[in-house]
């Protein structure tokens, strides 16, 4: 077998074959590569808070916010980049692709060097404005500017990750992904256990782990033989790629900063309540995380396989892309939601041992449980929007539905009646408010092509 066909043979077809078989293959590797990513992320936190003080774990937990914003900017590039990759792929135009992917190389790199500027000069006023307790914002301010250090290399990671996705490919950056969060859980040990270096040594772990994804996943692409190959020589700004890339990247980059937001004003609800429910609430979160990142791998399916599909001008077969991810992302958050009900005890006493704190956790998953699944209606016809290029429109009505409305019921329906569930019902019903809008959209859109 030549080197070309063994190459294909990776990667998964997206505008011929079955699609109820190919958006499968293609997401599950997706889906480990977000479950290590949470898993690695609170191996940060174990580490911290079992080999250091309580107050470098409170350090570490305040910056949550901050870090989930500038990764999910970058995220949202690496979005830019995996559809405009998948339009030129599915149009066959070689020399598009080749524009496309230097110029995203060039535009995520400098994306990650300003959301890094940012966050290293900007971080303790942004934890100020937090209302940071004035004894972790230290050691709080200084995990921020280590971070911020392999912000550069995030960027890149997500730039390698789109078209590696693009090109039906996911395996590849699991792979890379993987040795990467090894690496930070070992220097993670190393940092805080032998160095004693608390929150500072988790940041520079995870900022070497960072240069290490990016190095790796940057060496296949410049080894690649084919329209995604990186040549140095051939690294530039092409005019047209890249405001293609930005029109969409920068709109995804803000919708996930404002789901962000919006649940800053969701934790003041749950601090009214007493510290049980606190509690409860913050280790029932960590269902939400992983949930959330396994249901997003459907959402990746459903931009990557509507824009080769796109690109190649098959309509139908871009619809039914839409369906069929929209259909296993239900699915699987409808199974984990169950899951979560009936076990939610016992995967709450991975957090805590309160008995009280486990009851209160409970009133959250009793609500959540059940609507995990309808996030999908709204983020999987985001993923088509933006799989067929569209994403202004998209992002005003996640802006509107998800966080103005969300606000909206905190100081009304929640502030009236102020209890659990009339504050996690909120969820549910932003989800099936911005469903509708996203839909009617996209179906407006979607007659147009």
């Not at 110029?103 to 300003?114: F, N, R, T």
């Not at 040990?189 to 290490?212: D, K, P, R």
């Not at 005890?345 to 041992?353: D, G």
Request: glycine share 8%.
């Amino acid at each position: 077998m030549c080197k070309n066909t063994k190459k294909k043979a990776r990667s998964i077809e997206m505008v011929t074959g079955s699609l109820w078989k190919n958006i499968f293959l293609f997401s599950i590797p997706l889906m480990c590569s977000q479950l290590l990513e949470v898993v690695f992320n609170l191996s940060d936190v174990a580490v911290v808070g079992r080999f250091a003080d309580y107050k470098a774990l409170g350090a570490v937990g305040s910056t949550t916010l901050l870090v989930t914003l500038f990764v999910g900017f970058l995220i949202g590039m690496g979005s830019g980049v995996n559809v405009r990759t998948a339009h030129a792929l599915g149009s066959g135009n070689r020399q598009n692709t080749e524009d496309t992917v230097h110029s995203a190389l060039v535009l995520c790199a400098l994306m990650g060097l300003l959301v890094g500027a940012v966050c290293f000069f900007f971080s303790g006023g942004m934890l100020k404005l937090l209302h940071t307790k004035d004894d972790l914002i230290g050691q709080a301010s200084l995990y921020l500017k280590i971070y911020a250090i392999g912000l550069p290399a995030m960027g890149v990671y997500n730039f390698g990750n789109g078209v590696l996705s693009a090109r039906g490919d996911t395996k590849r950056p699991l792979y890379y992904l993987a040795a990467a969060g090894v690496l930070n859980v070992i220097l993670n040990l190393f940092f805080v256990v032998v160095l004693h270096l608390a929150a500072a040594g988790v940041a520079i772990a995870t900022a070497i782990a960072q240069y290490v994804s990016a190095m790796l996943i940057m060496v296949h692409l410049l080894r690649r033989k084919d329209e995604c190959h990186v040549s140095l020589k051939k690294i530039r700004f092409h005019k047209k790629a890249c405001i293609d890339i930005l029109v969409i990247g920068i709109p995804a980059g803000i919708q996930n900063a404002i789901f962000a937001i919006a649940n800053l004003f969701v934790q003041s609800g749950v601090n009214s309540f007493d510290t049980y429910m606190v509690s409860g609430s913050a280790a029932a979160t960590n269902a939400d995380t992983i949930i959330y990142n396994v249901m997003y791998a459907f959402y990746i399916a459903c931009s990557s396989f509507m824009g080769q599909n796109y690109g190649a001008g098959n309509k139908k077969r871009v619809l039914r892309s839409y369906f069929i991810s929209l259909f296993y992302s239900f699915t699987i958050g409808l199974i984990l939601g169950l899951l979560l009900f009936i076990f939610g005890h016992q995967f709450l006493s991975l957090f805590a041992t309160d008995a009280a704190v486990i009851d209160a956790g409970m009133q959250r998953i009793k609500i959540m449980a059940f609507s995990y699944c309808f996030s999908s209606f709204m983020d999987c016809t985001i993923a088509a929007s933006r799989g067929i290029g569209k994403t202004i429109i998209p992002t005003i009505i996640i802006i509107m539905g998800s966080c103005v409305f969300r606000i909206v019921w905190i100081y009304t329906v929640f502030a009236w009646i102020h209890t659990i569930p009339a504050l996690f019902l909120l969820y549910l019903f932003s989800w099936i408010i911005t469903s509708i809008a996203e839909i009617t959209y996209f179906i407006i859109i979607y007659r147009k092509l």
